[in-house]
């Protein structure tokens, strides 16, 4: 995700999944429309090696980039004098809370991601058409990525995602805890654990698109 600061990367990679698209990824456009979007971000936690498989019920989609909107952990008793609503309008949960690879606290994504295609990349070299099916009878949403793409060859590297949830009573996983020392993180450095935190790691990848229905 996006450093809130730093709209010029932001624009970069807008710029960037224009280019990438353009010059390699005609053969699979090709196949059908596509309908641009803003980059949006999906959660995911398939692993890396993984073609398809299901779970996809556990993803979650953010259609906005969490990180202009984020509330950094510095600033984390701030937010729980606003009332745990965070300056952009989206309210905090500290049983069920998020951070990124540069310490910033994000809006959870929505859960479960919708079944639909999504144009997806890594924002270098690599992209696929990412089918999420509607659940099953037991819920559960079955996945698949074309051309023989991996989740690992999908998945954007500088940004990481995690998950806080209690490992106890409500209440006692808190940002607070957070070493924020810890920030930034370096590449392929995982999200800190936090004391009284389960801690869930999220694959990201980015959407670029949507195909267009006929």
């Known amino acids: 995700m996006q450093k809130p600061y730093k709209l010029s990367r932001r624009q970069w990679l807008v710029s960037s999944l224009g280019v990438l698209v353009t010059a390699i990824a005609s053969p699979l456009l090709a196949q059908t429309k596509v309908r ?33 909107i984020g509330v950094w952990l510095r600033f984390y008793q701030l937010l729980q004098k606003a009332g745990n609503i965070a300056p952009s309008g989206w309210r905090f949960d500290i049983d069920d809370w998020w951070l990124d690879e540069n310490g910033l606290i994000m809006k959870a994504p929505q859960f479960p991601i919708p ?25 559960k949403q079955a996945w698949s990525l074309s051309d023989g793409k991996t989740i690992a060859d999908v998945t954007h590297g500088p ?56």
């Open 36 to 68: 641009r979007v803003q980059p949006q971000y999906i959660a995911s936690l398939a692993i890396g090696s993984a073609t398809s498989g299901t779970g996809a019920e556990t993803w979650g989609l953010w259609s906005v980039d969490p990180g202009p």
């Open 115 to 139: 079944a639909r295609q999504y144009y997806v990349t890594n924002g270098e070299e690599h992209i696929s058409l990412l089918t999420v099916e509607q659940p099953n009878s037991d819920g």
């Open 159 to 214: 940004c990481r995602s995690a998950r806080y949830t209690p490992e106890g009573d409500s209440g006692t996983c808190s940002p607070a805890n957070a070493n924020r020392e810890a920030f930034p993180l370096k590449p392929g450095e995982a999200p800190p654990p936090v004391l009284g935190c389960n801690r869930d790691q999220y694959s990201v990848l980015i959407v670029f698109g949507f195909p267009v229905e006929s």
